[in-house]
């Protein structure tokens, strides 16, 4: 890690990425945790792997491929949102056969483009040394705009993913709101593939905000903590691959997995001991 360090304060690019893992470390605890709370992991996994279609368009057209991943991802979204919201048996086989397709078309975009695709191949696998900087601007951005949406509709987001059948009789429009959620899901999905790739962004979107569940039972408090773990992650993760040459995004998933599974067995033992102690008194 010292070699980490002194290399931070000579190279930009380490710097560059260093500041891109903390900005995606926004979206990852602040979306995260509405992901991890209303469960919809496998969906937010369609959503990600959806946008290797959108990334491939835009690399073959000569569009900035993060846009493309943008597009696709909003799009993704609202579809298998609307399909859960209609049609809800077929909710589990829509978001396999858009998981399918979309990498599909990628594929096939990839093929066509004339010369090796090395953009979007980072993308694909993730490679954070390889962010520009210019990059760093879109990513605060979309920061900009998940901290923003959440903070005016905090309290619209906290009944649709807790209850949505009260949120009804409360009089909140859960449709629009649900869709919404899953809109910047896509955008927090886009903010972590520039990190770890779109093999590994799910990981990285649950991992941190699982954790904060152990310890936080509010859901400001659950964004707070696995904010700031986000962060921890994607810095450590950073700077323990930098001296052996590692690939980064990997070794913060293993970083993440290691912590989540110490924090998981931590947590039984403690439930399992206050029950104990409980059963004694």
């Not at 979306?31 to 469960?39: L, Q, S």
């Not at 090395?118 to 605060?140: C, H, K």
């Not at 900009?144 to 949406?149: F, H, M, R, S, Y």
Request: proline share 3%.
């Amino acid at each position: 890690m010292t070699d980490f360090f002194t290399a931070l304060i000579a190279h930009s690019f380490l710097q560059t990425a260093l500041l891109a893992g903390l900005l995606a470390s926004v979206g990852c605890g602040v979306i995260g945790t509405f992901v991890v709370v209303k469960r919809i992991t496998f969906m937010a996994g369609g959503i990600a792997h959806a946008v290797l279609g959108g990334m491939g368009a835009a690399l073959y057209y000569g569009i900035d491929p993060l846009l493309g991943a943008l597009a696709a991802a909003i799009l993704a979204a609202l579809i298998i949102g609307t399909v859960r919201l209609k049609w809800q048996a077929q909710e589990d086989t829509l978001i396999g056969a858009l998981w399918a397709v979309g990498m599909a078309i990628g594929i096939l975009f990839i093929a066509k483009t004339p010369g090796y695709a090395t953009d979007l191949m980072s993308f694909l696998f993730g490679n954070i040394l390889l962010v520009p900087p210019r990059e760093l601007w879109l990513m605060a951005g979309l920061d900009g705009i998940l901290l923003l949406t959440v903070g005016a509709f905090y309290r619209q987001f906290l009944l649709v993913t807790f209850d949505e059948e009260f949120a009804r009789l409360r009089g909140v429009p859960v449709t629009f709101f649900y869709l919404l959620l899953l809109c910047l899901v896509a955008i927090t999905v886009v903010l972590l593939i520039q990190v770890v790739g779109l093999i590994l962004v799910i990981a990285l979107l649950t991992l941190p905000a699982a954790i904060a569940g152990h310890y936080v039972h509010s859901l400001a408090g659950m964004m707070g903590l696995a904010t700031l773990l986000g962060g921890a992650f994607t810095t450590l993760g950073l700077g323990l691959s930098y001296a052996p040459d590692l690939p980064a995004g990997p070794t913060m998933i293993l970083l993440a997995g290691g912590v989540y599974i110490a924090s998981a067995l931590l947590s039984h033992f403690i439930t399992y001991r206050q029950a104990r102690r409980q059963a004694t008194l």
